[in-house]
């Protein structure tokens, strides 16, 4: 029996029949032997046997037979257990942005030596625990067959004499991956990758390019080893986000843009307006493409919307109703068009107004469409050099820069001919009370109108406002050798007097009726029975004309003449 103070921890024993049994409970200590056996020590254990020879009748000889048998008794060491299983990486990533290698770097870092450290299953057996080691921390290369490319440049992956992996294109570090002695692995990226138009979505390392490796030693209490080496894909955990287009959208300044059609080009035909909303729209878009590089900025898809309908606008009387079909907006009233919008694909608008449309009395101010009522939007699509795309709908509101200019009523005035009106006072009449002459000017005056009421329909013409004018005052007339002074009050009544009284009145009516009246008789110079006429410009008459259309709409203007002509006094002459 071979004991420790713990206990037995060999027994060796033979049977009468040779049989020797060893039995061991506990383990030796081994030097480092490894898998190798102990033996047990020349001369420590030994075996004999007594032999004895008798012959036939009966004679015996005896001796002791022995020999070693500690050289026949090994215990063979118990060296420690390693199994691995598969690194679970799936907590571990190395996310990188193409979008900081524009100003910089990006770099990730992680370690794998936890996942390593799971995919570990040691034993120390019975020799006790020793310990387990991971060491000797490794990237590899393999699968070069993998299309990664950088502006359009292959990416060539090499790797160097320290173990560091690097991909260049064209001579430029893209990509450099490296390993710590503790696991840690730093991926650095200098350069965008391209990606094949994933827009957002990265771009993750193609399985079998890089992996990462390392050496497990279990050693157990006596100092016996198992070596192995635990290795992993590392390619799908690293991925590089791509680079996408950078969209901002401003509001579109239509303030150079103008469409105004004519209510007076609808009586006979159609009034057209047209321009382009397109340079607004892509004065309002600021693009970027990242470190991509540039590829294209589209503005597409124009259309026009079609908003608020509560809007008030009439033609004729008849309330507008607004419809889009087909991407046209068509505006009509009682089941005739009045107007239509529509847009090109590239922007330009179109505005056609087929009759016109009714005006608050506004006179030659134009009408614009209600805020909200017609609207344009665009696509506005951003693609970077490798292809991905950012887009937005970008719109206004393009009511106010539709203004149809109201159909004013037209008023041309010609000379008034007063030829067939006359006032002839009698000098002879005034010896014993007033001569008086009366006639109206409404005829001349309407003789001398041309109104025109345009798209708006007709309306009215009113000649108003009669009113006399009192002008040239160095005229000469006198009475009983007195000049006569000409003087108009504030109702407008022109009256010639001299120091003994009034001589002449002229008044006129809201109708256009003139009144001459003659209180005293005018001197004439040697005219006999002639007639004496006021002199020219002494006195005139006007009134304002006003035209007013179908909507409301009015022009005005002042009509006159001068009246003097046509007031003659009859010289009073002797009788005989």
């Known amino acids: 029996t071979g004991s420790t103070p713990d206990g037995e921890v060999l027994r060796i024993e033979i049977g009468s029949d040779g049989t020797v049994t060893v039995t061991q409970s506990a383990p030796l200590d081994h030097d480092a032997q490894g898998a190798d056996s102990l033996t047990l020590p020349a001369g420590l254990v030994g075996v004999e046997a007594t032999v004895t020879v008798t012959d036939g009748d009966g004679d015996t000889v005896s001796d002791t037979l022995s020999t070693d048998l500690s050289g026949n008794i090994s ?65 590899t290369l393999g699968d070069l067959d ?36 503790d696991g840690t692995v730093t991926v650095t990226q200098s350069a965008a990758l391209d990606h094949d138009a994933q827009g957002a979505d990265s771009l993750t390392l193609p399985a079998g390019l890089v992996g990462v490796e390392a050496t497990v030693t279990v050693t157990d209490g006596d100092g016996d080893t198992v070596t192995d080496t635990l290795g992993v894909d590392l390619s799908g955990n690293i991925s590089i986000v791509d680079d996408v287009p950078g969209l901002d959208l401003s509001a579109v300044d239509l303030s150079e843009v103008s ?49 608020d309908l509560d809007h008030g606008l009439t033609s004729g009387g008849e309330p507008l109703t607004f419809s889009l079909d087909g991407g ?16 090109g694909s590239d922007g330009m608008v179109t505005v056609t107004q087929s009759a016109p449309l009714d005006h608050d009395a506004q006179g030659a101010d134009s009408l614009t469409l209600p805020a909200g009522l017609v609207g344009v939007e665009a696509t506005v699509t951003v693609t970077d050099g490798d292809g991905d795309t950012v887009s937005d709908i970008l719109s206004t509101d393009l009511s ?76 000469g007339l006198t009475s009983g050798g007195e000049p006569v002074v000409f003087t108009q009050d504030a109702s407008g009544v022109i009256t010639g007097s001299t120091p003994d ?5 002229i008044e006129i009516g809201s109708d256009g009726t003139v009144t001459v009246t003659q209180s005293a008789p005018l001197d004439h110079d040697a005219q006999g029975a002639d007639s004496l006429t006021l002199p ?41």
């Open 146 to 181: 993998h299309g990664l490319t950088s502006g359009g440049e292959p990416v060539v992956f090499t790797q160097d004499a320290s173990g560091v992996i690097t991909g260049t294109a064209d001579g430029t570090e893209v990509l450099r991956i490296e390993i710590g002695s």
């Open 536 to 576: 020219a410009g002494l006195v005139g008459v006007e009134a304002t004309v006003t035209v007013t259309d179908g909507d409301g709409d009015t022009v005005s203007d002042t009509l006159s003449t001068d009246l003097s002509g046509n007031i003659s006094i009859v010289d009073d002459v002797p009788g005989l």
């Open 328 to 343: 046209v907006i068509t505006g009509t009233a009682d089941g005739t068009e009045v107007l239509r919008i529509e847009i």
């Open 259 to 307: 469409f105004e059609t004519l209510d007076s080009e609808t009586v006979d035909g159609t009034s057209v307006a047209s321009a382009s909303v397109a340079a607004a729209f892509t004065a309002a878009v600021d693009a970027s493409y990242g470190a991509d590089g540039a590829g294209s900025t589209v503005i597409s898809d124009y259309a026009l919307t079609l908003g």
């Open 501 to 505: 009284g009034e001589v002449l009145r």
């Open 75 to 139: 215990i063979v060491d118990d060296v420690p257990g390693l199994d691995l299983s598969d690194v679970d990486l799936s907590e571990v990533s190395f996310e990188t942005l193409d979008s900081e290698t524009v100003d910089g770097t990006s770099v990730a870092s992680a370690s794998v030596a936890a996942a390593f450290t799971a995919a570990v299953d040691a034993s120390y057996g019975a020799d006790g625990a020793g310990s387990t080691v991971i060491s000797d921390y490794a990237l």
């Open 400 to 475: 106010g820069n539709i203004s149809i200019v109201d159909d004013v009523p037209g008023l041309d005035l010609s000379d008034v001919d007063l030829s067939e009106v006359s006032f002839e006072t009698l000098d002879s009449e005034t010896v014993d009370g007033t001569s008086v002459a009366s006639a109206s000017v409404a005829a001349a005056f309407t003789a001398a109108v041309d109104a025109s009421y345009g798209a708006d329909g007709a309306g009215s013409t009113v000649i108003s406002d009669y009113a006399l004018t009192l002008g040239d005052l160095d005229h």
